[in-house]
T-cell receptor, first 114, second 114 residues
């Protein structure tokens, strides 16, 4: 199993450009999440989804949008890139309901905005 | 707002020594996770602690949870160089399924020297 797959792995954007970070999982997990990790810091939740068609804001949603049209995919959209969005972005998924399973993380997308 | 504090944030220790990393959190939660992150890599799940008094061990690492004190510990026994990494604790705000995402500590950067 591939688990959680993120693309691209690296990207450099100019200020004001837009892009979509892709995330797909093959574990049939209902819950999916987007986090960002700034240098030397822990992860902060951007958006999450409890199933197809349902999304909600996390701690730091400003400047981002998400959609969840299928169980497998949870893309993150940056509309007008700003230097403050330079970060490493991690997508994660977890099983439905009360579970003793941890969240499973992708390898991350390293994004620089110049 | 849930706050998760780890200490120390940086730890340099010698091989063969024992040490403990502490994780305090500010609101009631009965699920706590420990993750490991190597430089430039994703997060690897180490432990899932689901109830008060939970203790789990894997190799030289042992984690415990005291929900009344809102404290988790990660104990390292007879450290070896391969355990050098950054260790994060994370708390699930709601116990009903992990839907709302995790709140992470800032991480403990651990260096184990020969």
């Amino acid at each position: 199993n591939a688990g959680v797959t993120q693309t691209p792995k690296f990207r450099i954007l100019k200020i004001g450009q837009s892009m979509t970070l892709q995330c797909t999982q093959d574990m049939n997990h209902n819950y999916m999440y987007w986090y960002r990790q700034d240098p030397g810091m822990g992860l902060k939740l951007i958006y999450y989804s409890v199933g197809a068609g349902i999304t909600d804001k996390g701690e730091v949603p400003n400047g981002y949008n998400v959609s969840r049209s299928t169980t497998e995919d949870f893309p993150l959209r940056l509309e007008l890139a700003a230097p403050s969005q330079t970060s490493v972005y991690f997508c994660a998924s977890s099983p439905y309901g009360y579970s003793n399973q941890p969240q499973h993380f992708g390898d991350g997308t390293r994004l620089s905005i110049l | 707002e849930l706050k998760v504090e780890q200490n120390p944030l940086f730890l340099s220790m010698q091989e063969g020594k024992n040490y403990t990393i502490y994780c305090n959190y500010s609101t009631t939660s009965d699920r706590l996770y420990w993750y490991r992150q190597d430089p430039g890599k994703s997060l690897e799940s180490l432990f899932v602690l689901l109830s008060n008094g939970a203790v789990k061990q894997e190799g030289r690492l042992m984690a415990s949870l005291d929900t009344k004190a809102r404290l988790s510990t990660l104990h390292i026994t007879a450290a070896v160089h391969d355990l050098s990494a950054t260790y994060f604790c994370a708390v699930d705000l709601h116990s009903g399924g992990g839907a709302d995402g995790l709140t992470f500590g800032k991480g403990t950067h651990l260096i184990i020297q020969p």
